[in-house]
């Protein structure tokens, strides 16, 4: 018996390549993480990416659950937002609620048409984010959370001895906490 080399068997080529074609768009797609999401919507828009931040993703938890266990949008459903995001160490933030929207991609979207929540996620100079949702034991509902960030210090250089004399700020940029353009 003779064998041909398989590029001899047209028939058996083109069965191979369709087979791995059809195994490689039966693959589920990785999911895009909020972050990476949120990112594609900034970069349309002339803004930065942002990362995961532990902090933030830490908060954002917080205020979804808090929210989740009392069954309320509420903002302030733990304290004052300024104090619930001094541990970030930013100067600027913003956070974002929803409920009701079982997967992230809808509740963005939902966040994408309303023109405060928008702005948040526009804020020039983001570069970390937290994302979260907790689902209500009551209603079943699910509450979402997003903080988002920006303003951190530059790291400081390693073996660097010398302590740099601060500028002073102007009054307008003493905010220590800008929302929606309010100085805090």
Not at 166 to 174: G, I, L, V, Y
């Amino acid at each position: 018996m003779t064998r041909r080399p398989v590029e001899h068997h047209p028939r058996l080529l083109l069965y191979l390549a369709l087979t791995l074609g059809s195994l490689i768009l039966a693959l589920p797609a990785r999911a895009e993480s909020p972050a990476e999401m949120i990112s594609g919507f900034r970069l349309q828009h002339g803004e930065g990416r942002v990362t995961t931040d532990p902090v933030l993703s830490r908060i954002a938890r917080e205020q979804a659950d808090a929210m989740a266990a009392k069954d309320v949008l509420d903002h302030a459903v733990l304290g004052q937002f300024s104090s619930r995001m001094a541990p970030s160490g930013s100067r600027e933030a913003a956070e974002n609620i929803a409920y009701g929207y079982d997967t992230f991609p809808k509740t963005l979207n939902q966040w994408i048409d309303s023109s405060g929540h928008r702005k948040n996620l526009l804020m020039h100079g983001a570069s970390r984010v937290g994302v979260a949702s907790a689902k209500s034991a009551a209603t079943g509902r699910t509450y979402w959370a997003m903080e988002i960030a920006g303003g951190y210090e530059p790291a400081k250089p390693r073996g660097s001895s010398k302590t740099a004399a601060k500028p002073k700020a102007h009054a307008s940029e003493d905010c220590r906490l800008k929302i929606l353009s309010l100085c805090l």
